[in-house]
């Protein structure tokens, strides 16, 4: 049982949550509007070099030379730094939890795998010499067909964007190149139902554009340690990255953090930490990495274009019988964080609905464009977007009032979800009702009564017969577990289910315990910490 000794932090925050209505005060605001907040990037540490990265030009290139000798010979340059001076040039951010495997190289050695991929990294006296000496950096590439569509890369003979995931697409447990979710039999639903309608939604690729870029300063401290001012979100998960992908203890670096200004996801990734530590390594001085704003804009990742087809059967009445999902992220070429996109996604699968008949396959797929990342959401963000317009559209083929459509089809308490999870503190009709009466939307009585307590479980709570594929399903050999779980995978095996009585059953059944064996939260599971 984990216990949250609030009492040692009593002084410094108060955990009563009475806010609303209140005028409170940020912490960091006075320094804000002052502009007194102090950035990483406000240090200015004596005798500080500046590292500029030489990129590729090539979205997919066999890198067949790189020449640097004239590079080297440039005013105020210090150090040439290529893949081969990095101890672990591979590595992927959710290796830390042993989700995925190393694929993305620090510094391209072989081959790149999209346009601006960092290959050369060059530490000199100030920006602008390290800039003219990027400039006369010379790489000679041989251009290798690309793909830049998530669907075109799935397809047989497609360039293999990543050697990592030669099939294009992200690998779960070992096993599965997909995410998938079944829950009663959505086709035979699909069949039998009033109208039938399939939309294709399509999500752009989307800059956070901070006002600060992403960047770090690195500075050798005592006793061999080093210390690391960085915008960082995610100050121990840079932290560990450093040392993995620099072959030291984690110990080694004091990490700072501290005001980021503007993430939104875009700084989860450890992308100028590691060069600009081991610039300091290699020169032993100070050494700063900062993105410029073609950088940012052009390098940084993005939130990953996403494509969701939805096919949705409904009947006259209102009521959604069936629904599939097929989505694909586009991960661009590395797997960063899409991978846990898309597990996100099918976790979020059918959207706050009740719908008996679900069919969901969720793909993270590698193509030659910038990795993606993390931003605001993702991963749920773009598929609620696609559900609540096809629930819009919906609703005008069956001829009803939008508001009330998602009434009608609303979870209630004790209703099954397609995870086969009781729904619980549900309040999506009560949210529906303020937003109607916000805006002086008129709902019908009926609707207007309508609570999310009341006519929920039943026969809505019935887990349905869902046919089993045809194909053999093959076995992972080990279960995916982070590194801080310690009790050994219990497995549980729910027994042969009969069909369903025709008649409502007096009380909900409960949801069979989840059979992963892990202790720790997850969103797909359910499970929580103990």
Same mark, same amino acid.
């Given at each position: 049982m984990? %216990?949250l000794?609030k009492?040692?932090?009593?002084?410094?925050?108060?955990?009563n949550?009475?806010e609303?209505?209140?005028?409170?005060?940020?912490?960091?605001?006075?320094?804000?509007v002052?502009?007194t907040?102090s950035y &990483? *990037?406000?240090?200015?540490?004596?005798?500080?070099?500046?590292?500029?990265?030489?990129r590729?030009?090539?979205?997919?290139a066999r890198i067949r030379?790189i020449d640097?000798?004239?590079?080297e010979?440039s005013?105020?340059?210090?150090?040439i730094?290529?893949g081969a001076?990095?101890p672990?040039?591979?590595?992927?951010?959710?290796?830390?939890i042993?989700?995925g495997?190393d694929d993305e190289?620090?510094l391209?050695v072989?081959?790149v795998? #999209?346009?601006g991929?960092?290959?050369v990294?060059?530490?000199?006296?100030?920006e602008r010499?390290?800039?003219?000496?990027? +400039?006369?950096?010379k790489?000679d590439? %041989?251009p290798l067909?690309?793909?830049f569509?998530? %669907? %075109? !890369?799935l $397809?047989?003979?497609?360039p293999?964007?990543n050697e990592t995931?030669?099939?294009?697409?992200f690998t779960?447990h070992?096993?599965?190149?997909?995410q998938?979710?079944?829950?009663?039999?959505?086709d035979?639903?699909l069949a039998?139902?009033?109208?039938?309608?399939?939309q294709?939604?399509q999500?752009s690729?989307?800059?956070?554009?901070?006002?600060?870029t992403?960047g770090a300063?690195?500075?050798?401290?005592t006793?061999g340690r080093?210390?690391?001012y960085?915008?960082?979100? !995610?100050?121990?998960?840079?932290v560990?990255t450093?040392a993995k992908?620099l072959?030291?203890?984690s *110990?080694?670096?004091?990490?700072?953090?501290?005001?980021?200004?503007?993430g939104?996801?875009g700084?989860?990734?450890?992308?100028?930490e590691p060069l600009?530590i081991?610039g300091a390594m290699l020169?032993?001085r100070p050494?700063?990495y900062?993105?410029g704003r073609?950088e940012?804009m052009?390098y940084g990742p993005p939130?990953g274009?996403?494509?969701?087809?939805?096919k949705d059967?409904?009947?006259r009445d209102?009521?959604?019988v069936a629904r599939?999902i097929?989505?694909?992220?586009d991960?661009g070429a590395y797997?960063?964080?899409?991978? #846990?996109a898309?597990?996100?996604c099918a976790?979020?699968?059918?959207?706050p /609905?009740?719908?008996? *008949?679900?069919y969901g396959d969720? #793909?993270?797929?590698?193509t030659?464009?910038?990795?993606a990342?993390?931003?605001r959401?993702?991963?749920?963000t773009?598929v609620?977007?696609?559900?609540?317009?096809?629930m819009?559209k919906?609703?005008?083929?069956?001829?009803?009032d939008?508001?009330e &459509?998602?009434?009608?089809?609303?979870?209630r308490d004790?209703d099954?979800?397609a995870?086969r999870?009781?729904a619980?503190?549900t309040a999506l009709?009560?949210c529906v009702q303020?937003? !109607?009466? $916000?805006?002086?939307?008129?709902?019908?009585?009926? &609707?207007?009564? +309508?609570s999310?307590?009341?006519d929920?479980?039943?026969?809505?709570?019935?887990i349905?017969?869902t046919?089993?594929e045809?194909?053999?399903?093959?076995?992972a050999p080990a279960?995916?577990r982070?590194s /801080?779980?310690?009790?050994p995978?219990?497995?549980?095996?729910?027994?042969?289910?009969?069909p369903p009585?025709p008649?409502?059953?007096p009380s909900?059944?409960?949801?069979? +315990?989840?059979?992963h064996?892990?202790?720790?939260?997850s969103s797909v599971?359910g499970?929580?910490r103990?």
């Open positions: 984990l %216990e000794r009492d040692i932090f009593a002084d410094e925050r108060d955990d949550l009475k609303i209505g209140k005028g409170t005060q940020r912490q960091d605001m006075l320094g804000h002052t502009g907040s &990483f *990037n406000d240090h200015n540490l004596q005798g500080m070099l500046h590292l500029k990265v030489a590729s030009t090539q979205a997919h030379r640097t000798t004239e590079a010979r005013t105020g340059v210090r150090r730094i290529r001076d990095v672990r040039n591979l590595n992927t951010l959710l290796s830390l042993n989700f495997k190289p620090s391209a072989d081959k795998r #999209y346009k991929e960092p290959i990294a060059i530490v000199a006296d100030s010499e390290a800039f003219e000496a990027i +400039a006369k950096v790489i590439y %041989e067909p690309a793909v569509d998530v %669907e %075109e !890369a $397809k047989p003979g497609a293999v964007v995931y030669p099939k294009n697409t779960y070992d096993v599965y190149d997909h998938k979710l079944r829950f009663g039999d959505a035979a639903a039998t139902a009033d109208h039938v309608l399939e294709r939604y999500m690729p989307i800059e956070h554009a901070p006002t600060e992403n300063i690195a500075a050798p401290d006793n080093y210390v690391v960085t915008s960082t979100q !995610a100050l121990f998960f840079s560990d450093c992908i072959d030291v203890p *110990n080694t670096f004091h990490f700072i953090g501290g005001t980021v200004g503007g939104f996801g700084k989860v990734d450890t992308l100028t600009a081991l020169t032993g050494v700063r900062v993105f073609e940012e052009q939130r274009a996403e494509r969701i087809y939805i059967g409904v009947m209102g009521r959604v599939k097929r989505a694909y992220f991960s797997t960063r964080l899409s991978s #846990y898309a597990v996100k976790a979020h699968l059918p959207g /609905y009740t719908i008996p *008949n679900v969720v #793909y993270c797929v590698f030659n464009r910038t990795p990342t993390a931003m959401g993702f991963g749920v773009a609620d977007f696609a559900i609540e317009c096809q819009d919906l609703a005008d083929l069956v001829g009803m939008p508001m &459509f998602r009434i009608l089809n609303a979870y004790g099954m979800k995870h999870r009781e619980k503190n009709i009560e303020v937003a !109607a009466e $916000k805006a002086k939307w008129p709902l019908r009585e009926e &609707f207007k009564r +309508a999310s307590r009341k929920g479980g039943g026969s809505r709570a019935i349905p017969l046919p089993t045809s194909r053999s399903r093959p076995t279960q995916q982070t /801080y779980d310690r009790l995978p219990t497995v549980t095996r729910e027994p042969p289910r009969e009585p008649a409502p059953p909900s059944p409960r949801p069979a +315990a989840p059979s064996g892990a202790t720790r939260f599971f499970t929580r103990r």
